[in-house]
């Protein structure tokens, strides 16, 4: 990973950086304030940008003639229209953004879960859906890592965020370069972290650099970012990873003694039953790829695609539930 990445990250306002929540209260969150020297934050909130005050009578998302809704119900009034243009606009202001921050469960800024009112009266029941700023914010940037700061607090999640996070600032200097050895450069030193997302884009995106069909060079950066967002749509499996790590055994494992073998199998092993993080033998690995000198295997992003500072394997517990919405 390139030490001097900063990534571009807009953060929910109210998540410590002001008391602009709907009651003038703020919540400060342990992962966004830990990320603060990593990353450079562009704190927002929506609400107050549209002209509500702090605090603030509570707004709520309706469904209306099957159209969702932006409503305050104390003063009988819709808000839709203004936080979809403010929306753009603030997006147009953005030089650079790599990731989004969002707070869950609100009506402006939640991803997921968010509370959906069958009609503006309280006795109608609900669904869930996502909030009005959040939704745009998926429009305008599909392919950026974006969560709210509940789902991190689940280890895996996290680290997929952090890892989408810093490949895609990283590619966002590939791009400003512009050239061909640079886009070389970065699908070298990225094969087995995108061979462990997906071998499939793995091979699309190496297919895509070596540009047989002598394309423009805006149209082969166009074409790989797009195929770059999808490589990482999703967390990779536990056995994408062990199936890269084999690749990368296979370099020296002729001239392992067969004890030092299954000692690395073995962490392969306890990787796939849950009983250590991947880190564990990700590090086992490296510590043959340093002894050997491999300089292609050193080079790899795989072995710390985010600071190491910023690894932490405390767990929510709630895995399962939140990797499956």
Not at 65 to 76: G, I, T
Not at 109 to 124: A, F, N, P, Q
Request: aromatic letters at 12%.
């Amino acid at each position: 990973m390139e030490k001097e990445l900063r990534p571009q990250v807009v953060v929910s306002k109210c998540m410590g950086f002001d008391a602009c929540r709907y009651n003038g209260q703020t919540l400060p969150d342990k992962f966004v304030e830990k990320l603060k020297n990593y990353v450079d934050y562009h704190p927002v909130c929506a609400e107050v940008e549209i002209g509500l005050g702090v605090p603030r009578n509570p707004i709520r998302l309706v469904m209306e003639n099957e159209q969702l809704v932006l409503y305050q119900p104390a003063s009988d009034t819709e808000y839709t229209g203004e936080m979809i243009a403010f929306s753009d606009a603030f997006f147009d202001s953005l030089k650079a953004v790599d990731g989004f921050i969002l707070k869950g469960r609100s009506p402006s800024c939640g991803t997921k879960d968010v509370k959906v009112y069958l009609g503006k009266s309280k006795t109608t029941g609900s669904i869930k859906g996502q909030g009005i700023f959040a939704a745009q914010v998926f429009k305008r940037y599909p392919d950026l890592a974006i969560e709210e700061e509940g789902r991190l607090t689940n280890f895996r999640i996290r680290e997929h965020f952090l890892t989408k996070l810093y490949t895609l600032c990283h590619y966002r200097q590939v791009e400003k370069a512009k050239t061909m050895a640079a886009l070389v450069k970065f699908q070298a030193q990225n094969k087995y972290l995108l061979m462990a997302y997906s071998q499939k884009e793995q091979k699309e995106l190496g297919r895509i650099v070596a540009n047989h069909d002598k394309l423009p060079l805006e149209q082969v950066f166009s074409s790989y970012k797009a195929h770059l967002g999808i490589a990482f749509l999703r967390i990779p499996r536990y056995s994408n990873y062990i199936n890269v790590m084999l690749h990368i055994f296979g370099y020296f494992s002729e001239q392992l003694s067969s004890g030092e073998k299954n000692f690395i199998l073995d962490s392969f092993e306890k990787y796939k039953s849950g009983k250590i993080p991947l880190s564990v033998p990700i590090n086992v690995l490296k510590s043959y790829v340093i002894k050997y000198n491999d300089p292609y295997l050193l080079d790899q992003t795989i072995w710390a695609p985010f600071p190491e500072e910023l690894m932490d394997i405390s767990d929510s517990g709630k895995m399962a539930e939140l990797i499956s919405k």
